[in-house]
């Protein structure tokens, strides 16, 4: 199996460009993501053919391979022959890139940043959430077999919530990793953000300066945009210093020069304006609740694997965490996102009793369980929607039919679950058992509609894999 995952990575390589064509890489939970510095030497058709691949995606510079659940298989194989150790984004020096326009770039810059950073996250959280989820199945919201002051309840708490609360920390890393700053210098910077001193010094109403500028006193708890754009920003004063100073003595004075420089702008400029538009976006979000409500839970959950399909998705992700960070809950996107995976699933499903081609039918059911067991929706969306067309409309159906019992019932997430599979129910558990119950019920018709729709609706009369 092991030579399966590196043919697959060969000849994705090969088909890129090869190794000097790829400036960057790196994977997320299902796809391998190139930074090409020529798009005139990939061949996308011939990548599609790959045994392993399950589609291609360019999103500005950069192509997006999908695996599925078998990644981190073939991703290791990339690296090795990429030669860059796992997870690192450093290959290829990146050769002259071609121009686009200026507002695209900074926009698929921007989606790429977010992208690159927020995917490595995802597995702190799913800890984070795994230990919330107990605390809200074993306390008082549910089942209240374990008191409050337990020590247990309490060790559960304190982890569940330290991914949210050190969010600054984890983020540093991961932008570190994407934008080529010393890691250790983006944990340090999201760890100065959130120093227990400065955190006291705002609940105090105390005023603080950096070198004699101002500080716009706001806790960075849980957030994530200031430490992004501030490690951004560190990326070129680093490279600045380790240009200029000389090698004897860099490994001393560039590492503290840079955290110097990086004091004042990280807490008297970049700061404050991440903290700004990360409120701001998470405002924005809550307020579209409240103006169009169960509507706007709908037209999410039947727009989000589009989303997916575009990378977008990575915008609502990150002000989903902020949401949860900041309130702990949410009633608008959290649920919609649910029902889009269950929407996925019974298009998987109405496929399956649909198709009569053994080996298409086959595949069908290969998705489905992938989609219900794995939270995996790339395999039904390219390998269903995208190359049957018709299944979109059951894709769509079922988010938003899911959506709007979902929106009139008042359905809550009220833990960040991040999984697309059955887990994803789980999200309901901490609120009431009419929560619980409403949300599987919303689900329930995300899938059923998605089913029926694609069952009778999805597929041209003269489509070959009707054919017995």
């Known amino acids: 199996m092991s030579d399966n995952y590196k043919k697959t990575a060969e000849s994705i390589i090969e088909l890129s460009g090869g190794k000097a064509n790829i400036a960057h890489a790196l994977h997320c939970a299902t796809r391998v993501r190139f930074n090409i510095n020529n798009f005139d030497k990939v061949n996308i058709d011939k990548i599609k053919e790959v045994p392993g691949v399950l589609g291609v995606m360019k999103v500005g510079d950069q192509l997006q391979i999908i695996i599925g659940a078998e990644v981190n298989k073939v991703f290791d194989e990339v690296s090795i022959l990429l030669e860059i150790e796992t997870d690192e984004n450093e290959t290829a020096t990146p050769q002259t890139k071609k121009k686009t326009n200026l507002f695209k770039s900074i926009g698929l810059g921007m989606l790429d940043g977010l992208s690159g950073t927020m995917g490595p996250v995802i597995p702190a959280i799913v800890a984070c959430a795994f230990f919330k989820m107990f605390v809200a199945i074993l306390g008082q919201d549910l089942l209240n077999v374990l008191p409050a002051e337990s020590d247990l309840f309490i060790l559960l708490t304190f982890v569940g919530d330290a991914g949210f609360y050190f969010f600054p920390v984890i983020v540093g890393y991961t932008a570190a990793k994407k934008f080529g700053v010393t890691p250790v210098l983006g944990i340090l910077l999201g760890a100065i953000l959130i120093h227990p001193t400065f955190i006291q010094m705002i609940a105090d109403g105390d005023q603080f300066t950096v070198f004699g500028l101002p500080v716009y006193m706001t806790n960075y708890s849980g957030t994530i945009i200031p430490t992004i754009l501030s490690v951004w920003v560190m990326s070129y004063v680093e490279k600045f210093f380790n240009k200029y100073i000389h ?102 499903i109405g496929a399956f009793f649909r198709l009569k081609d053994k080996s298409q039918k086959s595949l069908a059911a290969s998705y489905a369980i992938t989609a219900i067991v794995a939270g995996t929706s790339e395999p039904t969306i390219y390998g269903i929607c995208t190359r049957y067309k018709k299944p979109f409309l059951g894709l769509m159906a079922g988010g938003f039919a899911g959506g709007i019992y979902g929106g009139i019932a008042n359905v809550v997430s009220a833990t960040l679950v991040p999984s697309s599979s059955v887990t994803a129910t789980l999200a309901f558990v901490g609120e009431s058992t009419g929560n619980i119950v409403n949300g599987v019920i919303a689900s329930i018709i995300s899938l059923v509609v998605a089913a029926i729709c694609t069952y009778f609706w999805g597929f041209r009369k003269d489509e070959p894999g009707l054919k017995g």
């Open 247 to 348: 090698s004897s003595i860099r490994s001393v004075f560039a590492p503290a020069l840079t955290i110097i420089v990086m004091l004042p702008i990280a807490f008297c400029l970049i700061g404050p304006a991440g903290a700004f538009l990360g409120n701001y976006v998470v405002n924005g979000l809550l307020a579209l609740q409240n103006y169009v409500g169960f509507l706007g839970i709908a037209i999410i959950a039947a727009l989000y694997p589009i989303l997916v399909m575009t990378g977008m998705h990575m915008v609502l992700i990150t002000a989903l965490f902020q949401i949860f960070a900041t309130q702990g809950w949410d009633g608008f996107a959290a649920p919609a996102l649910c029902y889009a995976s269950f929407s996925v699933m019974g298009v998987a």
